[in-house]
C-alpha cells in the first residue's frame, strides 16, 4: 500500500479472511474461505462468529429491558440480542487509526506534562474541562472500518482521501479513553522502547512502565460495563489471566470515584494478596486517585 496507513501483510492477510469468511456467511455459506492458516469452520468458535453475518439479530436498542421496561439504551449499537434472549457483541468492523485514541498519553511521553498552559489561563481550563467530559463520556474518532469495506480499504489503487472516506464514527468509552491516556502500566516494551534499552544496554530488561496499548478486547470490555450499568444489570466475568484486569479496574474504579461525588467502588477478591500486592487493583487505584 502507498499510503500513510502501514500494516504488514500478516495484518492485510488476516482482515481480507475475515472478509472473506463473512462474505460467505452473508451469502449462506457456512465455511471458512481457503486460507494460509488452514483454518476450517469449527476449529474455534469466537472467530465463527466474529465472521458471522449478524444482521439476523435485532439491535439490543430494539429490546425491552425487563427491569426498567424501557428500551435498552445502547447509543452506539454495539449490541445485539441472541437467539436466546441473552445479548452478542455486535462485532462487525475492525478498528483504524488506533493512534488517534492516545494523543494525550504520547503528548505526556513526549514532554512530561498534558499541556504546558499557565494555571491561570482559560486555556488550561478549557483543556481539562474537554478532558474530564472524555474521560466521563468517551471520545469519538474516524476510526471504523466496517467488513464490507475492507476489501476497497486495502487495494493498492485507492487513494488515502477515498480511505478516510471509508472509516466511520467509533466511540469508545469514557474508562476506556481514561485508560489509554491516564493509566500507566507495567508492560512489554514497544519497538521505539526496546531501541532505547539496547542502546542502554539493558536488552535483558522485560517490562517498563508506560500507557497501555489499544486493544480491540479493551473496547468490547469497556463497552461491556457502560451497557451494563446503563441498563441497571448485574455482570459476570470469565477471563484468562495476566491480561491487565487488576490495571483496567483499578483505572475504572479510580476515575469512577474522581469524577462522580457519593459513589462508592467496592472491590473484592479470595486472597486479601491480589487487592494489596503491589500491582494490584486496590493499589493501581490508589495510583490513580493521587
Keep these: 500500500m ?6 504488514s501483510q500478516d495484518a492485510i492477510d488476516n482482515f481480507m479472511f475475515i472478509h472473506a469468511y463473512w462474505k460467505n456467511s452473508c451469502d449462506g455459506i457456512n465455511a471458512a474461505p481457503e486460507n494460509k492458516w488452514g483454518y476450517k469452520r469449527g476449529d474455534i468458535p469466537f472467530i465463527d462468529y466474529l465472521c458471522e453475518d449478524k444482521s439476523k439479530y435485532p ?6 429491558s425487563y ?3 424501557k428500551h435498552l439504551y445502547d447509543p452506539d449499537n454495539d449490541f445485539l ?6 445479548i452478542l457483541m455486535n462485532i462487525d468492523f475492525i478498528v483504524i487509526n488506533i493512534e488517534r485514541l492516545s494523543k494525550a498519553a504520547d503528548t505526556f511521553d513526549e514532554y512530561g506534562t498534558y499541556c504546558d498552559y499557565d494555571p491561570s489561563t482559560p486555556a488550561y481550563e478549557s483543556f481539562w474541562q474537554r478532558e474530564t467530559s472524555r474521560r466521563k463520556k468517551g471520545v ?32 469508545i468509552a469514557g ?3 481514561t485508560y489509554l491516556n491516564y493509566g500507566r502500566i507495567e508492560r512489554t516494551p514497544n519497538d521505539k522502547e526496546r531501541a532505547r534499552l539496547k542502546r542502554e544496554g539493558a536488552e535483558h530488561v522485560e517490562t517498563v512502565m508506560g500507557f497501555p496499548r489499544y486493544w480491540d478486547g479493551d473496547y468490547w470490555n469497556f463497552k461491556i460495563d457502560e451497557f451494563i450499568a446503563n441498563n441497571k444489570f448485574h455482570l459476570t ?5 495476566r491480561k491487565g484486569f487488576s490495571y483496567k479496574r483499578g483505572s475504572q474504579a479510580a476515575n469512577t470515584i474522581n469524577l462522580f461525588p457519593n459513589v462508592t467502588v467496592t472491590l473484592a477478591a479470595d486472597q486479601l494478596a491480589y487487592l494489596t500486592d503491589k500491582g ?11
Design 280 to 290: 494490584a487493583t486496590t493499589t493501581f487505584m490508589a495510583k490513580k486517585m493521587s
Design 81 to 86: 440480542i441472541g437467539n436466546s434472549g441473552g
Design 67 to 69: 427491569i426498567t421496561n
Design 140 to 171: 469519538f474518532i474516524k476510526a471504523k472500518l466496517y467488513y464490507k469495506d475492507i476489501p476497497k480499504f486495502f487495494d493498492a489503487n485507492t487513494t488515502d482521501e477515498e480511505r478516510e472516506s471509508l472509516l466511520q464514527p467509533l466511540r
Design 237 to 241: 466475568k470469565a477471563k484468562a489471566r
Design 175 to 177: 474508562a476506556d479513553y
Design 2 to 7: 502507498n499510503s500513510k496507513y502501514e500494516f
Design 59 to 64: 439491535k439490543a436498542s430494539e429490546g425491552i
